[in-house]
Nanobody, 126 residues
Framework: QVQLVESGGGLVQPGGSLRLSCAVS????????IAWFRRAPGKEREGLSC????????YYADSVKGRFTISKDNAKKTVYLQMNDLKPEDTAVYYC???????????????????WGQGTQVTVSS
């Protein structure tokens, strides 16, 4: 059973940075794709970025390209989302998700991921 646990959220001022972590257990297949999504109040869920646990191939949505960086530490079984230059519109609950069949090619964020974490709140406000 795959389990995902997010951490690292909090309150940050505009222009600040946060690094979210997603601790992954049970996803031993190197083909797993791990993604970050967010849901802001009153808005639909938005896909942000994705990484393959094996090769480390990455994908970014246009809305975060250049500001957010996804990375992984296979030894720690953790995927990170470094978020820089945060804006009030980045306020949302951030989720990580995993799937063994989604390939990080094209836009992998359009597909339904099988496993989800509980989310971590990020609030950007002065």
């Amino acid at each position: 059973q795959v389990q995902l646990v997010e951490s690292g959220g909090g309150l940050v001022q505009p222009g600040g940075s946060l690094r979210l972590s997603c601790a992954v257990s049970g996803a031993t297949d190197a083909y797993y794709a791990i993604a970050w999504f967010r849901r802001a109040p009153g808005k639909e869920r938005e896909g942000l970025s994705c990484i393959s646990l094996g090769e480390g191939t990455t994908y970014y949505a246009d809305s975060v390209k250049g500001r957010f960086t996804i990375s992984k530490d296979n030894a720690k079984k953790t995927v990170y989302l470094q978020m820089n230059d945060l804006k009030p519109e980045d306020t949302a609950v951030y989720y990580c998700a995993a799937d063994p069949l989604i390939v990080v090619h094209g836009n992998p964020l359009i597909y339904e991921f099988d496993y989800w974490g509980q989310g971590t709140q990020v609030t950007v406000s002065s």
